[in-house]
């Protein structure tokens, strides 16, 4: 069953905490993405990344960290640097360069800070 | 700033009406174009592709109209389950899928 998984979908971080979200595909995509997306707004990039052990920022990086160690798996890190960290987190991949280049999404992940 | 705008809504039609979203985008530059689904609470899912020549999926009709940086999507027979916020998107470069996103526009189908 070839899709994209998220974990936990629900979060819940003290002030201060460090958080991990994970985020797996087995779709063979190359590329993957974090997305962050707050009430009544649009979703917005956090980091990106096309390639193993290569990462962009994207338009809203500060206060998250990522890693590509795998072609798989793309972990986002919620640091105590995050001001306003409580949203909804999407991970997407895709294969770019291809005619479609088509981003596909996980189920997502809750985060809420106490 | 690029940006693609959208009507938030929300559009309320009874089961059977046809209902028209529209969506604007800035960068003219722009390359592919997309209709993505949101359940509420959900991710986004793909409903359509954009393409120049415009394309239908079922009841589904999209199209494109480059000189006016314009997307139109088209919903014909709505059925209950079609209500769901839906969301223009627009990817900026050929090959390098960094997408924008529009807010959405929200569609409630009732019976």
């Known amino acids: 069953d070839g899709g994209i998984t998220q974990s936990p979908k629900y979060l819940f971080r003290k002030e201060g905490q460090n958080v991990t979200l994970s985020c797996e595909q087995n779709?063979?995509?190359?590329?993957m993405y974090w997305y962050r997306q707050d009430p009544g707004q649009g979703l917005r990039l956090i980091y990106y990344?096309?390639?193993?052990?290569?990462?962009q920022k994207g338009d809203i990086a500060e206060g998250y960290s990522v890693s590509r160690e795998k072609k798989e798996s793309f972990p986002l890190t919620v640091t105590s640097a995050q001001k306003n960290p409580t949203a909804f987190y999407l991970c997407?991949?895709?294969?770019?360069?291809?005619?479609?280049?088509?981003?596909?999404f996980g189920p997502g992940t809750r985060l809420t800070v106490l | 700033r690029k940006e693609v705008e959208q009507d938030p809504g929300p559009f309320n039609v009874p089961e059977g009406a046809t209902v028209a979203f529209n969506c604007t985008y800035s960068?003219?530059?722009?390359?592919?174009f997309f209709w993505y689904r949101q359940d509420c609470r959900k991710e986004p899912k793909l409903l359509m592709s954009?393409?120049?020549s415009g394309n239908e999926d079922g009841r589904f009709t999209a199209q494109l109209n480059r000189a006016s940086q314009y997307i139109s999507l088209l919903i014909r027979d709505s059925k209950l389950s079609d209500s769901a916020t839906y969301l223009c998107?627009?990817?900026?470069?050929?090959?390098?899928?960094?997408?924008?996103f529009g807010k959405g526009t929200m569609l409630l189908v009732s019976p």
């Open positions: 960068n003219s530059a722009s390359q592919s």
């Open positions: 998107v627009v990817n900026e470069r050929a090959g390098y899928s960094t997408l924008t």
């Open positions: 954009v393409y120049s």
């Open positions: 997407a991949s895709s294969t770019p360069g291809t005619s479609t280049d088509t981003q596909y």
């Open positions: 990344s096309q390639i193993v052990n290569d990462f």
């Open positions: 779709l063979n995509h190359d590329a």
